[in-house]
């Protein structure tokens, strides 16, 4: 079985301009999200989707962050402008619907803003 | 979700028995201790729940006491290998909750040769 898939491993972008995530759960996973961790910061909590659909946007940093699941399948989290605070590690992880603590992540993708 | 505090880092050898202990005072009825792993360049990975008792998988033992105010995640014989960074939640799966995980600090084993 295929895990949690990230693309890309690695994103160098300037201040001000467009990055996009992407992100592949695990086959039949209606569960999928998104964390991040900052320079020397605790891993945290961005969003959750269920299946397309956003169930918590809870943690979303503000508007210049979107993310999306177009037909419940994989997901992209697009940030522009990009800004230096944006800088870290992305991780992405999927669930089953009834065993959403037991999550799978995906390497991540860090990001390094300059 | 219920806080909780574990200690920052620890040291063992190989081949020695690692117990990590987990405080969450606060822990709800509903709710269960869940213990992620993570090596360094990789995301977090799932090594055991449980809700009482004992618990026992082939990589680690979970034991919780009655009161369910602590945990302590057990990993036999630890190997260079077992080098990570630990990390202890806690949630529950009653409504309102959607597995929306808490990461504290965790604690870094550092396994000696």
């Known amino acids: 079985e295929a895990g949690v898939t990230q693309f890309p491993s690695h994103s160098v972008i300037e201040k001000g301009q467009t990055v996009t995530l992407r992100c592949d759960p695990i086959?039949?996973?209606?569960?999928l999200y998104w964390y991040r961790r900052v320079m020397g910061k605790e891993i945290k909590f961005l969003l959750h989707f269920v299946k397309e659909s956003k169930q918590d946007e809870s943690g979303m940093p503000n508007n210049r962050f979107l993310a999306e699941r177009t037909g419940g399948t994989y997901s992209t989290l697009k940030v522009q402008p990009a800004e230096l605070e944006d800088s870290g590690v992305y991780f992405c992880a999927s669930s089953q619907v009834d065993s959403f603590y037991e999550q799978y992540f995906g390497p991540g993708t860090r990001l390094t803003v300059t | 979700l219920a806080k909780t505090t574990q200690p920052i880092s620890m040291d063992s050898y190989e081949g020695q028995e690692v117990n990590i202990t987990c405080s969450h005072n606060?822990?709800?009825?509903?709710?269960?201790i869940t213990w992620y792993q993570q090596f360094p360049s990789q995301g977090p990975r799932f090594i055991i729940q449980?809700?009482?008792t004992k618990v026992t998988n082939e990589v680690a033992s979970l034991f919780i006491p009655a009161d369910r105010k602590s945990s302590t995640l057990s990993l036999p014989r630890v190997s260079l290998s077992d080098t990570a960074v630990y990390y202890c939640?806690?949630?529950?799966?009653?409504?309102?909750?959607?597995?929306?995980?808490?990461f504290g600090q965790g604690t870094t084993l550092q396994v000696k040769p």
């Open positions: 939640l806690v949630g529950g799966y009653g409504s309102g909750n959607t597995g929306k995980l808490i």
């Open positions: 606060n822990i709800a009825t509903n709710d269960y």
């Open positions: 449980g809700y009482k």
């Open positions: 086959s039949g996973h209606d569960n």
